[in-house]
């Protein structure tokens, strides 16, 4: 059996006129970047570009992206051709040119492209091929990132569809949730209930779980541990994972076992105004960091900007967080067809955190949230 890669599973993509107008603008957008081709190995820009999800590790599978728009070549392995057979590559009529162990694959790419050609390769590619990779050719390739940002920064109808079920699937769980948190249970075993019912709810799998309790909740990047959920404990709950064909969900909502203090009560009430003014910024034409502004600057004048410890938000799609990122100092400005999160948090190392996530799509006019959920601090029974 192989080692090397995961064939996809059947339907697991859109149609292939998508992958067919995704690798027509790659061209396009490669040559008016002063590009001859791309280089792309698996990873989210080949399910992107062509529907697969093939992995590989010391087996070069890489595509050939001409910049001229003549056809795009796939170099692979003979063994792990089977890899490609649920992706899109058949019906693009995409040169395929299989390999087999004693013959380089380095210099199959290297043959398809003229000398001397300027080539970028996307973030994901191994050094274990890049390196001989830009040995064969005869120079170093440059990053494809800027690239392929502007492809996969403004999701098409279909993946906003896409990501439209992924909200309404992980909303489906948080309004699970009272049946799982509850007084006495570890994180632990509240994670493996919430992970059976992220896949019981439409998604694939469980890409990351997050139950920060009480003290926990104050570490924006905590997972789970053996803790076990006391009284009076405010609960960050950070959940999400891919639908098919891989695109994901994220959200995030706080939960108090008991009522709150007032104290709690009134600094989440600020998290909450600052979540929704960061929300009410998004349009076309603003800047990332703006958005980022616009929650951070509400918190801050309220005493808590020392609290919020992260940017607002990340673009998601085929990957859980990519760009556009919402930080300060990013001035790239909103396009209708942008997706990422809206996610302010306030955390008091030692005693609690909380934390509100929203993944929103700039619209013509605003945007549009796929998470419904309510935002308020939710209120479960300690009995």
Same mark, same amino acid.
């Given at each position: 059996?192989?080692?090397?890669? !995961?064939? *996809?599973?059947?339907?697991?993509?859109?149609?292939?006129?998508?992958?067919?107008?995704?690798?027509?603008?790659? $061209?396009?957008?490669?040559?008016?970047?002063?590009?001859? $081709?791309?280089? =792309?190995?698996?990873?989210? #820009?080949?399910?992107?570009?062509?529907?697969?999800?093939?992995?590989?590790?010391?087996?070069?599978?890489?595509? /050939?992206?001409?910049?001229?728009?003549? +056809?795009?070549?796939? =170099?692979?392995?003979?063994?792990?051709? $089977?890899?490609?057979?649920?992706?899109?590559?058949?019906?693009?009529?995409?040169?395929?040119?299989?390999?087999?162990?004693?013959?380089?694959?380095?210099?199959?790419?290297?043959? +398809?492209?003229?000398?001397?050609?300027?080539?970028?390769?996307?973030?994901a590619m191994p050094a274990l091929h890049f390196v001989p990779l830009a040995s064969s050719i005869g120079q170093v390739p440059v990053l494809a990132t800027d690239v392929l940002r502007r492809l996969r920064m403004i999701? #098409?109808?279909? *993946?906003? *569809?896409?990501?439209?079920?992924?909200?309404?699937?992980?909303?489906?769980?948080?309004?699970?949730?009272?049946?799982?948190?509850?007084? @006495?249970?570890?994180?632990?075993?509240?994670?493996?209930?919430?992970?059976?019912?992220?896949?019981?709810?439409?998604?694939?799998?469980?890409?990351?779980?997050? /139950?920060?309790?009480?003290?926990?909740?104050?570490?924006?990047?905590?997972?789970?541990?053996? &803790?076990? =959920?006391?009284?009076? #404990?405010?609960? /960050?709950?950070?959940?999400?994972?891919?639908?098919?064909?891989?695109? %994901?969900?994220?959200?995030?909502?706080?939960?108090?076992? @008991?009522?709150? !203090?007032?104290?709690?009560?009134?600094?989440?009430?600020?998290?909450? &105004?600052?979540?929704?003014?960061?929300?009410?910024?998004?349009?076309?034409?603003?800047?990332?960091?703006?958005?980022?502004?616009?929650?951070?600057?509400?918190?801050?004048?309220?005493?808590?900007?020392?609290?919020f410890l992260h940017r607002t938000g990340h673009g998601i799609g085929l990957s859980v967080h990519e760009e556009p990122y919402i930080v300060s100092g990013n001035d790239i400005r909103l396009t209708e067809g942008m997706a990422f999160s809206v996610e302010p948090g306030i955390y008091f190392r030692g005693n609690w955190g909380a934390r509100?996530?929203?993944?929103?799509?700039?619209?013509? #006019?605003?945007?549009?949230?796929? %998470?419904?959920?309510?935002?308020?601090?939710? /209120?479960?029974?300690?009995?």
């Amino acid at each position: 059996m192989s080692s090397d890669s !995961t064939s *996809e599973d059947p339907g697991a993509r859109f149609p292939s006129e998508i992958y067919a107008s995704r690798l027509s603008r790659a $061209a396009q957008y490669a040559g008016e970047a002063g590009l001859d $081709a791309l280089l =792309i190995t698996p990873g989210p #820009d080949l399910q992107y570009l062509v529907g697969s999800r093939a992995s590989s590790f010391e087996r070069l599978i890489c595509l /050939v992206v001409p910049a001229d728009g003549s +056809t795009a070549t796939v =170099i692979v392995p003979r063994l792990e051709l $089977a890899a490609l057979t649920d992706s899109a590559v058949s019906d693009l009529g995409l040169q395929i040119t299989d390999w087999v162990d004693g013959v380089s694959p380095y210099e199959l790419v290297s043959s +398809t492209l003229r000398q001397g050609a300027a080539t970028a390769v996307d973030d994901a590619m191994p050094a274990l091929h890049f390196v001989p990779l830009a040995s064969s050719i005869g120079q170093v390739p440059v990053l494809a990132t800027d690239v392929l940002r502007r492809l996969r920064m403004i999701k #098409d109808d279909a *993946e906003i *569809e896409a990501l439209r079920r992924a909200g309404q699937a992980i909303d489906r769980v948080h309004a699970r949730m009272g049946d799982f948190l509850r007084v @006495g249970r570890t994180e632990a075993a509240v994670a493996a209930d919430i992970g059976a019912a992220i896949v019981e709810e439409g998604h694939t799998d469980a890409a990351f779980i997050i /139950v920060g309790s009480g003290p926990h909740g104050a570490d924006p990047h905590h997972e789970v541990s053996d &803790r076990v =959920i006391e009284a009076g #404990d405010v609960v /960050v709950i950070d959940i999400g994972g891919p639908v098919a064909p891989g695109y %994901n969900s994220d959200s995030t909502r706080t939960y108090v076992l @008991g009522e709150p !203090t007032p104290e709690i009560a009134a600094q989440y009430a600020l998290l909450e &105004r600052a979540q929704q003014a960061a929300v009410d910024a998004v349009r076309p034409g603003v800047t990332a960091e703006s958005i980022d502004a616009a929650a951070r600057d509400l918190l801050a004048a309220e005493g808590l900007g020392d609290a919020f410890l992260h940017r607002t938000g990340h673009g998601i799609g085929l990957s859980v967080h990519e760009e556009p990122y919402i930080v300060s100092g990013n001035d790239i400005r909103l396009t209708e067809g942008m997706a990422f999160s809206v996610e302010p948090g306030i955390y008091f190392r030692g005693n609690w955190g909380a934390r509100i996530e929203d993944i929103v799509i700039v619209t013509a #006019d605003g945007c549009e949230s796929v %998470n419904l959920r309510p935002h308020g601090l939710t /209120v479960l029974p300690v009995d």
